[in-house]
């Protein structure tokens, strides 16, 4: 199966600093990533689309100013919390579609960010 | 807006049960359906992906129907064991964009 490698898996933060995460598809090009946001025990919500070489499309009540999402080659995005808060810390996971619509998602292992 | 459901919200069995996870969503306009496995503090699984134009899929003790019509889909796992514990997603593939919904999602426990 393809393989989306996501890091860091753990991050810790004083309040004010900015965190960057990277999502990689290792063995296939993804044109479309997406970044969820999960909250102990509950599901994911999608933050954003990110499409190679074109602007984030992110979900309605997601401020893009604070959340930057960069997917600069067909194997890369990042998303990075900047001026992180302690309501900032979550579980953040990218996901990457190998193909088309029907085409299954693969998911990297989440990471785990503290804010301070 | 679609809402996808997922009931229940926990469940303990004790190993070797059959059980039944249940999903429904709002919106039947969807391109497909697809079941995940969470396991604490990771990411997901892919389980088992159906078309929206198939019925089921199976793959070992899972197998997974959907019911488009009505906004249903089933995910059965046969002879569960203890390794079968975790959090299990549903998720619709929205037809704007292809973007996957989730439902909350069913904690099973499978007790030796």
């Known amino acids: 199966g393809a393989v989306v490698s996501q890091h860091p898996s753990w991050v810790i933060c004083k309040s004010g600093t900015s965190v960057k995460i990277e999502c990689r598809s290792l063995d296939f090009q993804a044109t479309t990533m997406f970044w969820y946001r999960q909250f102990p025990k509950q599901s994911l919500m999608l933050m954003a689309t990110s499409n190679e070489g074109s602007k984030a499309t992110y979900e309605q009540g997601v401020e893009k100013d604070k959340f930057l999402i960069n997917h600069a080659s067909l194997t890369l995005s990042t998303l990075t919390v900047t001026s992180a808060h302690p309501e900032d810390s979550s579980f953040y996971i990218c996901?990457?579609?190998?193909?088309?619509?029907?085409?299954?998602?693969?998911f990297g292992s989440g990471t785990q960010l503290s804010v301070l | 807006k679609q809402e996808v459901t997922q009931i229940p919200a926990a469940l303990s069995v004790p190993e070797g049960e059959n059980l039944v996870l249940n999903c429904s969503f709002t919106?039947?306009?969807?391109?497909?359906l697809q079941w995940f496995r969470q396991d604490p503090g990771k990411g997901l699984t892919s389980l088992l992906l159906i078309q929206s134009s198939q019925r089921e899929q199976t793959s070992g003790r899972l197998n997974a129907s959907l019911d488009k019509s009505s906004g249903r889909s089933t995910l059965y796992i046969a002879a569960s064991q203890p390794g079968d514990s975790a959090t299990y997603l549903c998720?619709?593939?929205?037809?704007?964009?292809?973007?996957?919904?989730f439902g909350q999602g069913t904690e099973l426990s499978v007790k030796p």
């Open positions: 996901s990457a579609r190998k193909g088309g619509l029907n085409e299954k998602l693969f």
């Open positions: 998720a619709v593939c929205h037809n704007q964009g292809g973007k996957l919904i």
């Open positions: 919106d039947s306009a969807i391109y497909n």
